[in-house]
């Protein structure tokens, strides 16, 4: 008997998670992704898994609903989170990876797997025959996403998401900017370049008259508030950036002993430290603008842009008018959609999505019942913003613990709140798995 056939579209961080859970069904799977045939405006390298935006996967603590989103995974088997271990660089309280190992890594683990078969090319239409996950990410071709939208019933949505700047490290002048991570937690990770109060208001000015590059005339600014360019968040007020990218707050600068006015840190983004990204710098800026603001930045007169950021548009469906809480499309139950054109925020969410689609479309195929994660868990609080939300209001987002539902028991304190939400998560999402790995055996 011929096995069932299993597709995937997208060779990202969602698509190749969801191509490893189907292997570990021991179903085959074919795996699409378009590069090196055709590049999206964000992506440059040929490898699978492909990190633009930052090399962070953000907290790595409890404390952080990411942080028990990783968790999560990484007790699940997840190939994203074996993959981002294996390939950390120091980066205080962050999981961070080397981001050129992290793709290959992944490519690598997908390319051998006997199950999977990696088929380079664009898919222009949606298969018509077998089940098939759609985890084209935010950036899905005209064509493709035309097919969605043929099938979703939905008009496309759409907000911008920015890419930040990253210089080379030698460039930088490490005789005003000084390694540290906030509050000296973990390693000195992080280079730390300080503004006086003169110096921070003449950025802000300056920033605000900067020349951006400006929307098509069909396209509506509508960017995602997590995102936001640090134009943006500048013309909020003057102190906006200093109580946000910009906050001083931990970071003594070593030479005066004092708190700066403002800091940017800047973040390895290799395991040698030869590149650095500029944390908090997403921006729509034109590039000339940006190389000559950025090196009025302290330690930064000479610095060297390896990459200048930039802006895209993201496309998703309104997925609570037409996802159900598998990430099946209501109309066709047979197509799955993964990643972040759900409307999911993040590397980590997207890799959990991609989990979630994959056991599941997995399962569907074995005929086994289709079992969401509790809602308590961070898996479970991610498919309950997709399906639950307003769709009048739906916007992509990341985990937070505000998505979970609230304890029975109070906690004064946030910290050990949260702490608390973790420990049920991870004590629900234990029994879950259990039942799930013991199908899967």
Not at 49 to 56: D, F, I, K, P, R
Not at 100 to 122: K, V, Y
Not at 301 to 321: D, I, K, Y
């Amino acid at each position: 008997m011929s096995q069932p056939k299993l597709t995937i579209i997208g060779g990202g961080l969602a698509g190749c998670e969801a191509a490893w859970q189907i292997a570990r069904h021991g179903l085959p799977v074919v795996l699409h992704e378009m590069k090196p045939q055709r590049f999206s405006p964000a992506h440059h390298s040929d490898a699978l898994a492909e990190l633009v935006c930052s090399n962070s996967l953000r907290g790595a603590g409890l404390q952080n609903a990411v942080g028990c989103l990783k968790e999560e995974l990484r007790r699940c088997g997840s190939l994203t989170l074996a993959a981002a271990d294996a390939t950390a660089v120091p980066a205080g309280g962050a999981l961070a990876v080397d981001r050129d190992a992290f793709s290959a890594c992944i490519t690598e683990s997908i390319a051998q797997h006997p199950l999977i078969d990696l088929q380079r090319g664009e898919v222009c239409k949606i298969p018509d025959e077998g089940t098939v996950i759609i985890a084209s990410g935010p950036l899905t071709s005209d064509t493709l996403a035309a097919a969605i939208v043929e099938r979703t019933g939905n008009d496309r949505l759409y907000f911008y998401d920015a890419i930040a700047p990253i210089i080379e490290a030698d460039s930088i002048d490490l005789n005003i900017a000084w390694r540290a991570s906030r509050y000296d937690k973990g390693g000195a990770d992080y280079l730390n370049c300080p503004f006086s109060a003169e110096q921070y208001a003449t950025f802000v000015r300056e920033l605000l008259t900067a020349e951006t590059v400006p929307y098509h005339n069909f396209e509506k600014a509508q960017h995602f508030e997590g995102c936001l360019p640090i134009e943006i968040l500048a013309a909020r007020g003057e102190q906006t950036l200093a109580f946000g990218p910009m906050k001083p707050v931990g970071l003594p600068d070593p030479k005066t002993g004092r708190i700066p006015a403002a800091v940017l840190q800047l973040r390895p983004e290799d395991r040698d430290g030869r590149l650095y990204n500029m944390v908090g710098f997403q921006t729509k800026l034109t590039h000339p603008e940006q190389k000559r603001l950025f090196r009025t930045i302290p330690g930064l007169e000479q610095a060297v842009f390896a990459r200048l950021g930039s802006m895209h548009r993201n496309t998703f469906p309104n997925a609570p008018t037409c996802l159900n809480l598998h990430q099946q499309l209501h109309s066709d139950p047979r197509l799955f959609f993964a990643g972040q054109i759900t409307g999911v925020e993040g590397y980590v969410e997207s890799a959990a999505s991609g989990f979630l689609a994959g056991v599941s479309a997995a399962r569907g195929v074995l005929d086994q019942p289709l079992l969401a994660p509790p809602a308590t868990t961070a898996l479970g609080a991610l498919l309950t913003h997709l399906t639950e939300s307003d769709p009048a209001q739906f916007q992509p987002a990341n985990v937070t613990y505000g998505l979970f539902p609230p304890l029975t028991e109070r906690h004064r304190k946030r910290a050990e709140r949260r702490l608390a939400q973790a420990e049920r998560a991870l004590t629900d999402i234990a029994v879950w798995w259990a039942q799930m790995a013991k199908d899967l055996s």
